[in-house]
C-alpha cells in the first residue's frame, strides 16, 4: 500500500485514579506491516469503555494497556492488506485494536469477525451488535436466567449496556426498572427503551424508598453495572432465589486502596442469592447466537439503541473521561475518519 504515517493515542501513564486525558499522547508513526497470518486495518469507528480505567490502572484486572503502547480498544475498519488465507482486502471487521487508524490484526482471535456492513449502520457492530449486546445477552439470558414475570432492575439503564438490557427482558417477559442519572436519561429509559419504571439516583433523597417504590414485588434479577452503594442498597430487595449479574463497577473510582463497605453476606444467604460476574469473552463462541437474536429484534423494531459519536482520535481521550462523569447519551464511538458506509 502507498505509504502513510500512522496516528494512534498511546498510554503514557498509569492511572491512579479516574482516567484523564492527560494520561494520553498522541504519537505519529509508519503505518505497521501485517506478518504472515495477520492483516491491516483502517480503523473507521474506535470506542470508549467504561471498563478502561481497570485496564489502565494499577490494580489488578482482566486486561491491561502497558505505558508507550496503542490504548487497546475495540474497533471496526476496511481491510487494506491481508496476509491471511480467509480475509481479503475489502473486507469489513470487527476487532479488538486500539485507538489508531491503522492497526494490525490477528483473525484468528475470537474477537475478529466479519462484518457486513449493508446489514446494519457500521457503528452498531461496535455497540448493540457488538460487545455491549453480547454483554447484555449472556449476562441476563446465561447468568440472570429471568423468568416471565420476574421483576428485572438495571443500573445504568440508559447506557449501551444497561438499555439492551432492559429491552431483552421485556422480550422475555419481565417488568423492567432501571436506574440512571439525570431526567434526560429516565425519559430515554421509559420513552424509548420501553422500561415499566426508571429511577433517577442523582436526584432521588432516598433510592432504597425509591426501588422498593418501583418494585412492589421485589427484585428476582439485578443486573449490576455499577456495584458500591446501589447494589447495597437492591441487595436488601432482592427475592428468594434472585440472581444479581455482576456486570460492572461504575461506582468505584478506584481499586486502590481497596475500598470498603460492601456486606453482602447476610442477604445473600437468607434468601438465598446467587451472585455472579459476567465477563462476556467467555461466551466469544456463541457470538453467532446472540448476534442472530439482536438482529433480529433490531430488525422487527423491538430493540432500539443510542450513540454517541465524537469525531477525530485525538478526542477519543476526553470521551473516556465523560463516560466517569455520565455525558455520554448512548454508546460511546470515536469516528477515526468519514463512515464510507452511509
Ligand atoms: N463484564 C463485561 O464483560 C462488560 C462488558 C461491557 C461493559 N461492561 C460494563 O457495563 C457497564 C455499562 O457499560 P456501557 O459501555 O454500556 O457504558 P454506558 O452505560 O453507556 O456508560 C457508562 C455510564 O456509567 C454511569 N456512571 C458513570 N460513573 C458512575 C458512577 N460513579 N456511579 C454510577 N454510575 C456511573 C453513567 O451513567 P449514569 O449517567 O446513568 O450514571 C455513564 O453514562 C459498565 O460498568 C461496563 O464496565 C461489562
Redesign the pocket.
Known amino acids: 500500500m502507498a505509504q502513510h504515517l500512522n496516528r494512534r493515542v498511546i498510554l503514557s501513564e498509569r492511572a491512579t485514579g479516574l482516567p484523564t486525558p492527560k494520561l494520553f499522547s498522541i504519537v505519529e508513526d509508519d503505518v505497521p506491516s501485517p506478518s504472515v497470518g495477520e492483516v491491516l486495518l483502517n480503523n473507521i469507528y474506535v470506542?470508549a469503555?467504561?471498563?478502561m480505567k481497570?485496564w489502565i490502572s494499577m490494580a489488578r484486572n482482566y486486561a491491561s494497556v502497558e505505558t508507550g503502547t496503542t490504548m487497546h480498544s475495540f474497533s471496526v475498519g476496511v481491510v487494506v492488506e491481508s496476509k491471511h488465507p480467509n480475509v481479503a482486502e475489502g473486507d469489513v471487521v470487527a476487532a479488538n485494536t486500539g485507538w489508531a487508524e491503522y492497526a494490525v490484526a490477528d483473525p484468528e482471535r475470537q474477537t475478529f469477525r466479519k462484518v457486513d456492513p449493508e446489514a446494519a449502520p457500521l457503528s452498531t457492530a461496535l455497540g448493540v451488535l457488538g460487545?455491549?449486546g453480547?454483554?447484555a445477552y449472556f449476562?441476563l439470558l446465561s447468568v440472570g436466567q429471568p423468568k416471565p414475570g420476574d421483576t428485572v432492575v438495571v443500573?445504568?439503564?440508559?447506557?449501551?449496556?444497561?438499555?439492551?438490557v432492559g429491552q431483552i427482558a421485556k422480550i422475555k417477559g419481565c417488568r423492567t426498572v432501571g436506574?440512571?442519572?439525570?431526567p434526560e436519561?429516565i425519559a430515554l429509559c421509559t420513552e424509548i427503551f420501553g422500561f415499566d419504571a426508571a429511577i433517577d439516583?442523582?436526584a432521588t433523597g432516598d433510592l432504597d424508598a425509591a426501588i422498593r417504590a418501583a418494585c412492589p414485588e421485589g427484585i428476582d434479577v439485578y443486573f449490576d453495572?455499577?456495584g458500591?452503594e446501589?447494589l447495597d442498597i437492591v441487595l436488601g430487595q432482592v427475592n428468594l432465589h434472585g440472581r444479581v449479574v455482576?456486570?460492572?463497577?461504575?461506582?468505584?473510582?478506584a481499586w486502590i486502596p481497596q475500598p470498603s463497605g460492601l456486606r453482602p453476606e447476610r442477604n445473600l444467604l437468607v434468601n438465598r442469592i446467587k451472585m455472579e460476574?459476567?465477563?462476556?469473552?467467555?461466551f466469544a463462541d456463541r457470538y453467532n447466537e446472540a448476534h442472530a437474536d439482536l438482529s433480529e429484534w433490531l430488525r422487527d423494531g423491538n430493540i432500539r439503541y443510542r450513540e454517541?459519536i465524537v469525531d477525530g482520535l485525538e478526542n477519543a481521550p476526553a470521551a473516556l473521561a465523560g463516560?466517569?462523569?455520565?455525558?455520554?447519551?448512548?454508546?460511546?464511538l470515536i469516528r477515526v475518519r468519514p463512515d464510507p458506509f452511509l
Do not use: H, W
Open positions: 470506542t469503555d467504561p471498563g481497570g460487545i455491549n453480547f454483554t449476562g443500573s445504568t439503564a440508559a447506557g449501551a449496556v444497561g438499555s439492551a436506574i440512571a442519572g439525570g436519561k439516583y442523582k453495572n455499577v458500591g446501589t455482576i456486570c460492572g463497577t461504575a461506582a468505584t473510582d460476574g459476567v465477563l462476556t469473552f467467555d454517541d463516560l466517569y462523569e455520565g455525558r455520554n447519551m448512548g454508546r460511546q
